[in-house]
């Protein structure tokens, strides 16, 4: 079992910034990762919907042996974590949770700045699940809709970037916080620029690394870490053209994976 | 039947566009406007869905004893326009086709430019529309994933506009279009940065006027028009949360609109 892989899925890209942290911390632990292009954003669907996505792709995932499944994406883990948690009997976590703690242990003002997309600003699943750790802690918001495309256009590096991050920032910057929690697979991407913007006094939190961190704490406990010294096998699925996923998709892993397989879960 | 309403319906607040420019043209009117916001964006969405969405908002609009339907979002005119008008007993249009006829008019070096949203340019929906009319038009499209995002955060004024249709338009420009096609019912509020960037020897189609002068067509083909003098009556209906969509909905529509009846039509 030790030697199985861990299963990774997001509703698209996005959620290789996470496989890609797991990748760097754990570079024997074979990984299959899969990418529901076809439903991409889940954001905007109803959560019977993401359910149902979720659940099939679970489904796809415990069938390969996975030992472990990491809900990659925001708006699957905010309807879908408790489901699943409960179809499958390994270990599920999502990305909320883990990058709400990494948030709260990284602040020392108590002031949490939290940036995702708009609808996982408008669900408050952060907001929530950072207070129900810490119910003192400041929690300030900030929907940024231009901040996906801007990645998907690989213009993380431009004017424009810098100019729409600044906008974004600047409330938060204002309320003091000194914790910036990134919660949406998209933006470890624009850290750079977000990092000019931010100064030196806030701290980023990035909820891949903080997966990371949870994972190895998941994998201790259950003594499920594999022994393999080899690197690890890196397996892509999609849902759409493998060929699209292939292009981005290496730009969010940070490095060129191979061509995925497409598969039709419905 | 001539003082009935006509029927218009998105995925959104895009069509608000549309329905504004038709409002204009035919001020005695009454208009019944249906915003899809639960399901949008349609872009992604597959063409069943999209059919099947549709369809029930053309029953809903239909029971309200419509004169005519316009499909004034671009996915749902792609997909779903065969069969709505199948279904209907009523005049049944779309955005494409009269976008297309008033590019091909606009042009006279036959060089067309289509902007519009990743999921319609990658559909060729305007592009087939153009050279079914005009087999020697040659079109050249680009896809603006930014342009939605910027005219819904309100920054249609703002550098970061200008910068991103600076990047868009270069391609076309230096292709030597003299028609640029607004392939997307967002696109109008951006017209003053778009001339900004294009200049005064490209002509800038926009589908909503187009639309209302293929209304106006249809309107005089079938005898249809209101014989009434008075402001017309609008109406708004919306899937989604009624009071944001009448905060977004009047930046489309250009001036206030009163809060809309939410309907859920699944």
Known sequence: MNNNPI??????????????????????????????SAHVPYGSKSPETVIRF??????????????????????????????????????????????????????????????GTQGTIDSNSYKKSINKISKSALVYQQACPLFVPIVEEGWTNTRIALETADIYLKPLINKKIDSLLLGCTHYPLLRKVLEKVIGKNIKIVDSANAVSCEIKRVLNEKNLFSNKKRAAILTFYTSDNPKKFQKLGGVFFGQKIPKPQKITLE
């Open 54 to 115: 979720s659940k099939d792709i679970a489904a796809f995932l415990a069938s390969k042996k996975i030992k472990m499944l990491v809900i990659a994406c925001n708006t699957a883990t905010a309807h879908a974590l408790p489901t699943i948690k409960k179809m499958l009997k390994i270990p599920v976590i999502g990305v909320i949770e883990p990058g709400s703690k990494a948030a709260i242990a990284a602040t020392i003002a108590n002031k949490i700045g939290v940036i």
């Open 7 to 36: 299963g990774i899925f997001d509703s698209g890209f996005g959620g290789l910034t996470v496989m890609s942290a797991v990748h760097k911390m754990f570079p024997c632990e074979n990984l299959i990762y899969f990418g529901d």
